[in-house]
């Protein structure tokens, strides 16, 4: 598809981030030029995609549909059991309620937010064990998605191993920048996990992504196509929750998957109270097909070279001016680093909610806060966590925009960067309870 976008002017945008309060969530789409706000379910469908919407089978139960997603699942992903959910957040929901009981303990390497709204909710806490180079912008590591192992022992060796409910591992990690894990971390995870009879959920959102950036740094892997450590990665795994939204590239729709046929069924029985029959679980029969076709096409090489070649070219120029970004650059969008950006401006003035809302003034781009805002409260103390990294996210949609796009979108974070001593920080007049990101309101200090 193609659609118009629209320029609008300076006092138009100023009007409009005023009456959303200084979020971008709150702003309409209309209002925006170029849409970096996520690239979840943003990204363009294929001609195949949309003749499989075509052929979409609606009965309430028993979809070809869905037959068709699950051999997808299993022959790209090779999980057994397959349970379809509305999105990522309703596989998070029902694997926190299966598997994690009161009091316990969910290592993974970063938080994300919803993942661990859902872990809280379920009565559990969830535990950073990821590198400490992830935390720094400014560190090289080629795979910032790595999990530190004596953080998981000591956990382990602190609480026991039967207050874990399982170790959550994202591929790639969203919160650190779209930073992958290396396959000789997930196995070294594998060999610990086993020792003490802990399963792996795999949050692979971004799966073929981080398996792109496996085979283009990791040693021995180079003659692997994205296809084949996709699968690897699955492997190493008991079972997934998926947002289907991001790399399989439709704009609705998530799976749960797994290896063990008593959590299946228990999921299984699950799905039906909170999200639909367990052969559309909230997807209609056209969305399960789309989904099928996409997550063949996620898998391809040359997809993945243009895609994250895409989100490089926007990186590296943002480097070359000096602007402070979260390096290496990841997969899915590129992350200014607001801290350094707005070194004026103390975490509590909000920094990157500010920097978000100054780009989209300065010409309709549309980034969001990854930091402060979106880390929220200790739901114990009520006091605000103070994450290290402090981000702007410019998320790339896929096969959405040209590089022509990309140049205007450098252009105006450069100028931005060139004025940021103008950009004053925010106060928060409105926050709701839960993930107050996405709805949070500001007034201009
Ligand atoms: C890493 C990761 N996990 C989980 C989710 C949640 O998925 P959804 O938005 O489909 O509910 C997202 C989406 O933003 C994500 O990026």
Redesign the pocket.
Known sequence: MVEPVFMSTLKERKEAIERAGYNTFLLRSEEVYIDLL?D??TSAMSDRQWAGMMLGDEAYAGSRNFFNLENAIQKYYGYKYVVPTH??????HIISKIMIKQGDFIPGNMY????KLHQELAGGKFVDIIIDEAHDPESMHPFKGDVDLNKLENLINEVGQDQIAYVAM?T????AGGQPISMASLKALRKLTNQYGIKIIH?M??VAENAFMIQQKEEGYQHKSVEEITRMICDLTDGA?M????DAMVNIG?FLAMNDKELFDEARNMVVIYEGLHTYGGMAGRDMEALAIGIAESVKDEHMKARIGQVHYLGNKLLEAGVPIVKPVGTHGVFLDARAFLSHLSQDKFPAQALAAALYLDSGVRAMERGIVSAGRDPITGEHHYPKLELVRLTIPRRVYTQAHMDVVAESVISVFENRNSIRGLKMVYEPKYLRFFQARFESL
């Open positions: 996520t979840s379910g999105q990522g957040r309703g596989a998070e994300f937010t919803t993942t994202a790639t990690v969203n919160m949050d959102t971004r929750t947002s289907a939204k991001k998530g």
